[in-house]
């Protein structure tokens, strides 16, 4: 880019913000709010319980999420959480309660309007474990290494330079932390009238990117164990509540919701112009920070101590790479070994043994929760799955092993011995899309 291409792009990045600035000002000005059925009608589909709806004061929610970022984060007690774009404040207030009062949940917004109301909102519960603080999410005024968890609800979309800000959650993450998105990516291209419209941009359409190039940007900024998957949910659920909102909805006045509506408003006709649900998705982002060499060598569990055969009903877990269904074995292009391996786990089962088996992509949880697996991800990357842990130690890694090896540890009768270790490979795995 010579300098007067790059002068005129930041100069597009900059309107762009400005947009984005302007827009959500105005909803926030308005009268939206969790009291309105219709708002919490968006909030529901994407996600949110009535139970989680209950507990946020009335100007937190403005109908603003594509998901609920919450449900993926596995937020504990005593952790520093960060939500970025935190607008009205719903999910810092539903993550306040999961850290309590040993932890610290800080809202970051680039709009004073929505800032205002997060601190309202925050005044009325009165609560003291969380903060609100000004800034675009690119330049987070936070120190290094000082955040356990990071999320965000419908906002990456609408940042220009999304590499910038994968880099800049990197870096206040600690060693091992995670993030949790809910946003918007694409399935495919977006139609070029869709692709330019002001409404699609600051509606969170069009500026999501492809799910394959979320992938990317989050591992080329440093992210490992990067799982992106779409949720499936019904994106007209905007136009849905819009429709109600100003023609039957409950927060309507005569003249009241040309500017509070008018957001929804915008998104609900670019929708109509096409099949919103072909082209993006609403997806859950989740992707661990390394953690530091050191940490992972001087943990204890990576020392293997074969299990004693008299010892019986094992615990056997298996932490899979991302596929997209329990056992990998729905796809035309099924890895040969991965129906041998479920028929040996069904067999460990009927010894008498516990098996538990996780996926990356449909339970990251399970993978955050234990941390010799969190670090092991935080080091060797999604390449050291599938990994067998028994009675809590690892017995295995990158290779789904014989029945035979699974009835030594276990500690269970030995079969006959049919089949050999066989190097794991493609399959119905995250990357190969199969579903
Ligand atoms: C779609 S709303 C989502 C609000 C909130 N997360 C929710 O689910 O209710 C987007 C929010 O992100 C904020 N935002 C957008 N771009 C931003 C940026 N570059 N830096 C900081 N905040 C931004 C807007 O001000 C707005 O409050």
Redesign the pocket.
């Known amino acids: 880019m010579g300098d007067s291409d790059s002068e005129e792009h930041a100069m597009g990045e900059n309107n762009r ?1 400005d947009d ?2 302007d827009q ?1 000002a105005g909803v ?1 000005r308005g009268e939206l709010s969790n009291e309105s059925s219709s708002v919490r009608a968006v909030a529901s589909a994407f996600g949110y319980s009535a139970a989680e709806l209950d507990q946020l004061p009335a100007e937190a ?2 109908g ?3 998901g609920n970022p919450l449900a993926l984060a596995d937020v504990r007690e005593g952790e520093v959480v960060v ?6 404040g ?2 810092v207030f539903l993550a306040a309660r999961k850290v309590g009062s040993s932890g610290r949940v800080i809202g ?4 004073d309007e ?1 800032l205002r109301r997060a601190r309202a909102g925050q005044q009325k519960l009165g609560l003291t474990n969380v903060e609100f603080r000004q ?4 330049r987070l005024p936070l120190p290094d290494q000082s955040v356990d968890c990071v999320i ?4 990456i979309n ?2 220009p330079d999304k590499l910038a800000v994968f880099r800049e959650i990197l870096r206040v993450l600690k060693p091992g932390g995670r993030v949790a998105l809910s946003d918007i990516a694409l399935k495919q291209p977006l139609p070029a009238a869709v692709k330019q419209s002001v409404e699609a941009y600051v509606g ?1 359409i069009s500026g999501a990117i492809l799910i394959a190039e979320y992938r990317r940007l989050l591992a080329d900024a440093g992210f490992v164990a990067v799982v992106v998957t779409d949720t499936a949910a019904d994106l007209n659920a905007y136009s849905i509540a819009s429709d109600a909102g100003c023609c039957g909805g409950d927060s309507c006045g005569p003249d009241a919701n040309a500017e509070q509506w008018s957001l929804h408003d915008g998104i609900a006709s670019v929708m109509r112009s096409f099949d919103v649900n072909a082209f993006a998705a609403s997806v859950r982002v989740h992707a661990l920070k390394p953690s530091s060499t050191q940490a992972v060598h001087s943990s204890p569990v990576f020392n293997v101590s074969p299990v004693s055969k008299e010892q019986a009903m094992k615990t056997v877990q298996i932490y899979d790479k991302p596929m997209c269904c329990s056992t990998g074995i729905c796809g035309p292009d099924v890895d040969p070994v991965l129906p041998r391996f479920a028929a040996d786990l069904d067999w460990l089962k009927g010894q008498g043994c516990q098996v538990e088996r996780y996926n990356l992509a449909q339970q990251p949880q399970a993978f955050v929760e234990n941390q010799t697996i969190r670090q092991l991800l935080g080091t060797d990357g999604v390449d050291c799955l599938p990994v067998v842990v028994v009675d809590g130690q690892i017995v295995s890694q990158k290779v789904y092993p014989s029945r035979q090896d699974l009835a030594g540890w276990a500690g269970t009768s030995q079969p006959k011995p049919v089949l050999a270790v066989v190097q794991s490979g493609g399959g119905c795995s995250g990357t190969t899309g199969c579903c």
């Open positions: 913000i984005v600035r959500y926030a929610n403005m603003l999420s594509c939500d970025l774009g935190c607008g009205g719903m999910d970051v917004d680039m709009t929505m800034a675009t999410v690119d965000s609800n419908c906002v609408l940042v969170c």
